[in-house]
């Protein structure tokens, strides 16, 4: 059974940095393409970044030059640093996985989805 958890939510002041953590498990973690996803109140959920099993990335153009996306396969784990946060980041943050390699920016790509957590930029 394929779980994903994510941690390393919370409260920052704009201008400030998190890094999100997604701990996978129960897939071949090296074959799954991951991805974030946020969903701010009233919005639909929309793309933030995505790894391809080989390394490759895309971000949205809201947060390019701000936020990374990075995989840990060791540790089955993948990341999503985020720095200088602004109000508009504010959502909850997902993460998903897809058991091909390539990289999706549609929510309808990822079969397997974590709970998210939250993320509160304060101006």
């Known amino acids: 059974q394929v779980q994903l958890v994510e941690s390393g939510g919370g409260l920052v002041q704009a201008g400030g940095s998190l890094r999100l953590a997604c701990a996978a498990s129960g897939l071949t973690y090296s074959t799954y393409g991951m991805g974030w996803f946020r969903q701010a109140p009233g919005k639909e959920r929309e793309f933030v970044a995505a790894?391809?099993?080989?390394?490759?990335?895309a971000y949205a153009d809201s947060v390019r030059g701000r936020f990374a996306i990075s995989r840990d396969t060791a540790k089955n784990t993948v990341y999503l640093q985020m720095n200088g946060l602004k109000p508009e980041d504010t959502a909850v943050y997902s993460c998903?996985?897809?058991?091909?390699?390539?990289?999706?920016?549609?929510?309808?790509?990822?079969?397997?989805w974590g709970l998210g957590t939250q993320v509160t930029v304060s101006s």
């Open positions: 998903a996985a897809r058991s091909s390699t390539l990289i999706v920016r549609t929510t309808s790509g990822y079969a397997y």
């Open positions: 790894i391809s099993g080989g390394g490759s990335t």
